[in-house]
């Protein structure tokens, strides 16, 4: 019985040491003229819905646990949880709220011709730089490039380092011909990105050149994407959990011989 008991102890602190990998299971999305927040499948359809208290929700993040919404006029970031439960806000002085972003753990938001960095929880002003354009009107960032659509004056999305705002090039845009040119982009990892319009319009692209790999319609007035993420094992991390259990019954069998 001690044995039983110690392999499963082994077992159970193996597992729990498993390193975890982000999965794409959806996305939140900022919807206008409703005034709420959208939950979306990973086919962009409507899920499931609640009320931000603002007819004017624009620009939207999430960390997969908490979801920071922007408010065009006047200009603040709300804070949800996926259940529609509000936690806090606070107010800003920004140029037309619209694209915004959760980059390593800051709150990135266009404001005029810059991007601003802040505190998600206080709203404390972190840093500044240079952005695409006057009316960005969205942001996402893949863990390399901060990418950007900006209503005019940029032929395509726009590729940033996020640590200073360099142009590192520009992708087609498949969003090009709504209105703004997209009002929303998330990124979802595999080099995919979707694009939202404010007519319910969306596209998949690759993002090395914006090549469409597939689109459709929800009806949503989306002004404001993220996808979200669960947490599930890598298969690298699988591979050398096994390894160990197999070490682990190997020596548990030659003590017993």
Known sequence: MFKRLTVLCLLAAALCAV???????????AIWGRGSV??????????SSFAV?????????????????????PSKVMAYDFAGNF????????????GMELVNGELAIQNN?????????TGAYIRSIPGPGSSTEGLTYDGKYLYGIVAAGASGITLMDPSNGAV?????????GCTYQGTGIASIGGGQLTLACENGNWFTVLSSDGSVVTSGNNGLQMYGLKAYSAAVPEPASMLSLG?????LGYRLRRRSA
Not at 19 to 29: D, F, T
């Open 38 to 47: 959208s939950i979306l499948d990973t086919g962009m359809n409507p899920v």
């Open 87 to 98: 936690l806090y806000e606070w107010a800003g002085s920004f140029s037309g709220l619209q």
């Open 113 to 121: 011709t810059n991007i601003e960095f802040y505190n998600p929880l």
């Open 53 to 73: 208290g603002n007819s004017n929700p624009n620009g939207i993040a999430t960390d997969g646990s908490t979801i920071w919404v922007g408010a065009f006029s």
């Open 19 to 29: 390193p975890l990998a982000a999965a794409p299971i959806g996305y939140v999305a």
């Open 243 to 247: 390894a160990g259990l197999l070490l």
């Open 168 to 176: 590192m090039g520009t992708i087609a845009n498949a969003a090009g």
